[in-house]
């Protein structure tokens, strides 16, 4: 079992410029979660979807971020434009949606905006 | 809403010493409650889970979870604490029905020689 695959690992990219954040779930796994870790703010969810369609996406920060999943075995995170403050750890998690809501987590990407 | 307090931020222990990190959550019905480790530059381990049954619940490593609804506290502890233990731990609770969980802040643990 690969677990939840996320790429890239790092990333490092100039303020103003586009990130795309990507997550592979476990397969059979039907809810997806995506989160954002800092020091400030700790680990806020920011989307989640149930069989490919988004639930509650409350948490997103503004409208330069934007989330996606065309299917059952992938899914995106854009931040368009990226700011300095977008610096953060993004994990990705999954689920079975008729589970007792155990969330496996992928590796997480850390982004740095300069 | 549902709300996970964790009070203590950093603990730190000595190797061997027993360990107990506390939990308390607003939520009211009976929660899906969760304990997770982060591990530096990881993501986040299951260490337990309580959702019914046995309000004391055994996960990996040699930890153990108490459930006190009377509390409205899910307090993580080990009786003795190694080296490789030295790590960030949540607590996070869930609904059931609703897929997502609330984590606590953390409580980031040392472990001292």
């Known amino acids: 079992d690969a677990g939840v695959i996320q790429s890239p690992r790092h990333e490092v990219t100039e303020m103003g410029q586009e990130v795309t954040l990507r997550c592979k779930p476990i397969s059979g796994h039907n809810s997806l979660f995506w989160y954002r870790q800092t020091m400030m703010r700790g680990l806020e969810l920011l989307i989640y979807?149930?069989?490919?369609?988004?639930?509650?996406d409350s948490g997103m920060p503004e409208d330069r971020f934007s989330a996606k999943m065309p299917n059952a075995s992938f899914s995106t995170l854009k931040i368009q434009p990226s700011e300095p403050r977008d610096s953060a750890v993004y994990f990705c998690a999954s689920s079975l949606a008729d589970g007792d809501n155990e969330q496996f987590f992928g590796p997480g990407t850390r982004l740095t905006v300069l | 809403a549902q709300s996970v307090t964790q009070p203590d931020i950093h603990i730190t222990v000595s190797e061997g010493a027993s360990l107990e990190l506390r939990c308390n959550y607003s939520?009211?019905?009976?929660?899906?409650l969760f304990w997770y480790v982060q591990s530096p530059g990881q993501g986040l381990q299951l260490l337990l889970k309580?959702?019914?049954?046995?309000?004391l619940v055994q996960g990996i490593k040699g930890f153990e979870a108490e459930f006190k609804r009377s509390q409205s506290s899910f307090n993580l502890r080990k009786p003795s604490v190694h080296w490789s233990d030295a790590a960030e731990y949540f607590c996070?609770?869930?609904?059931?029905?609703?897929?997502?969980?609330?984590f606590g802040s953390g409580t980031r643990l040392q472990v001292q020689p």
């Open positions: 309580y959702f019914s049954g046995d309000t």
């Open positions: 939520y009211g019905a009976t929660p899906y």
């Open positions: 979807f149930n069989n490919n369609v988004p639930i509650d």
């Open positions: 996070a609770v869930g609904e059931g029905g609703r897929r997502a969980l609330t």
